[in-house]
């Protein structure tokens, strides 16, 4: 069957892209394209092209498999294909449906329309793997949408609605029948005359004041800490304003080719493949299916609570939200209702699907009438015996069909499940606060945990937007067990001298949102010295936990809401502040520590090693099945800087010696026991080899 099948439909050719799952613009066809246009040009019979994607979309976008191959680069390449769109004597109209993503929307628009049903949406993502549109969509698009528009959508990379898109100018009309109505456009544009190729129009890119992009850059800097391919997007949508198409196009070529070299194209590819090999559970056979997810209760009607059902209901799934305390229960509804009136203010979504979404949100103040939810997840504080109790009660009310899940970050997810007659039924299903906005979902096995209820978690995953990560059961799981490592560190660092501003300055440079000290002030250190006074309990006889915290708290400075941290707050501004270091060297001297001066490059590598060597310390255990799933768990959960593929890609990038060395010193100061390190990353830099080893090292025994 050919990648490009070609029909005559009243006197137009139809060019249908056959190539399943997604159309994506493999070399067949690119070559199917190319053929199927110089045939319809030289039948006489045919006064008009249509072009449109067989299936469930249009064209997707590159064939990223091909990326590396000789196919990447063959003839026709995707530019041959649209000059040859934009040389054609006869009109080339786009009939969309689905996604036209990438190179996928680029073609469209060398076509001389664009059509869509309702339901299509249009984009280019390029941003997400550290590239640009390389094939005319920076210098094409604000031809068609102005300037600002392009800005904004380019460097997003979001997906744009089919409805949306007709009023930004990058689709001409919205249709029904696809095929139909498209074939009719093409007929009519025959007869009237075409527009001019879009690279010829040239009045929104005409005259643009340059501010306007240094405006923009200056209101993203931000955003963008680290990153490469949105200022180069910037850069190159600029140029489309003050140099010819050719000229413009040239310059586009040439970043392009600089983003695809460069180590974050690298990692972001890898993230790309990661989130999706996350899925695969080694241990779930294929022919388990995941039982359907229609109805859901969340127990706990608190900031997670309300941000669970939120994400349940956002997807369409009918939630009960459980609380006994009344108050608390109107309290979350109402919490509910202000964050869902906050993005109706904002313009991200209509009120009919406010209405429709608070409308699946169904308070409820017992356990009395559960008999019908398919899933359980309960979202209370971090008490053991208070969730057993609800596990009990949750064993009583519900079907035996339905899967139990807790939100715990970090009990133990065996002792829960012994509250209940069905622990194959029970898992972790640990969302991130807020719940609606995060995108991790760690579901966490436990030892009885069976493969239908993974699957069925990692599917619920999937179906509400989130992206999921199996766990195994252990204090902390993927995650958390990591995050002390980086906070706990940052204060061993302030200890020996480092300042709060100089640690957080090179955690941001690096790309993280906020410093670990700036993040700790705005958590608020009160309910954090409770929490490490039972961490302290089981530290190692050879480890110290730093006291920093405590030492704040005991001086009134609980953090941004008290005005002072370890920073000094005006507003949320964060200031440097004397008396907060005065204090860390008293503590310093009181615990007999010297104090020096500490290189950036030093504080990064202390930073952020140490997540490197406990993850291969989880991979030893096999509380997580892949360097790549820690990869996502800390992407999607702790804000790890997307570009750098994830501290695990970013570890091996760098040289796993150089993480080797750091736990070295790391357990010298506080205690090999937790701090040294482990015996696979020991195992990999002895033997040159890298994460895709590890299983097969792991097998053998360490």
Known sequence: MPAVEYAIENEVAVLT????????????????LADGVARALADPAVKAIVVIGGGTTFIAGADISEFGTPNSAAEPRLQTVQARFEASAKPIVAALHGTALGGGLELALTAHARVAVASAKVGLP???????????????????????????????GRHIGAVEAVRLGIVDAIVEDLRAEAVAYALKLAAEGAPPPVRDRNDKVTGVDSKVFETFRAQNRKKWRGQTAPA?????????????????????????????????????????????EARKIPDVPAGVKPLPIRKVVVIGSGLMGGGIAMSLANAGLAVKLLDIDAEALDRGMAAVRKTYETSLSRGSITQAQMDERLGRIQPVGGYDDLGDVD???????????????????????????????????????????????????????????????????????GSATSPETIATVMALGKQIGK???????????????????????????????????????????????MGPLAMRDLAGMAQAVNVRAVRKKTLPADERMPELVERMVEAGRIGQRSGSGFYRYEGRDRLPDPEAVAIIAA????????????????????????????GAKELEEGVAIRASDIDVAWVNGYGFPIHTGGPMFWGEQIGLDKVLETARILGAENGQTRWGPSKLLERLVAEGKGWKDAPALIAKGL
């Open 17 to 32: 892209v056959a190539y399943p799952p997604v159309n994506a613009l493999s070399l067949a066809v690119r070559t199917g």
């Open 126 to 156: 390029e941003v997400k793997l550290g590239l640009l549109p390389g094939a005319g969509g920076t210098i094409r698009l604000p031809r068609l949408t102005g300037v600002e528009v392009a800005l904004e959508a380019v460097t997003s």
């Open 232 to 276: 180069r997007i910037v850069d190159v949508i600029e140029a489309a304003t003050n140099r010819s198409f050719a000229e413009a196009k040239a310059f586009e070529d040439q970043a392009f080719a600089e983003l695809m070299a460069s180590d974050q194209r690298k990692a972001l590819i890898h993230y790309f493949f990661a989130e999706r």
């Open 375 to 445: 899933m359980a997840i309960e979202a209370v504080f971090e008490d053991m015996a208070l969730k057993q109790k609800i596990f009990a009660l949750l064993d009583q009310a519900t079907s035996p069909h339905a899967i139990l899940g807790t939100n715990t970050s970090s009990l133990d997810i065996d002792q829960i499940a012994s509250a209940t007659s069905r622990p194959d039924k029970v898992i972790g299903a640990h969302f991130f606060s807020p719940a609606n906005v995060m995108k991790l979902l760690e579901a966490v096995r």
């Open 467 to 513: 992206a999921p990560v199996l766990a195994g059961n252990c204090d902390g799981f993927i995650g958390n067990r990591m995050l002390q490592y980086y906070t706990v560190n940052a204060e061993y660092m302030l200890e020996r001298g480092a300042t709060p501003e100089q640690i957080d300055r090179v955690a941001e440079a690096f790309g993280m949102a």
């Open 587 to 614: 503590e310093a001297e009181r615990q007999g520590i010297e104090q020096r001066a500490f290189t950036d490059e030093e504080i990064l590598a202390r930073l952020f090693h140490p997540l490197v060597n406990e």
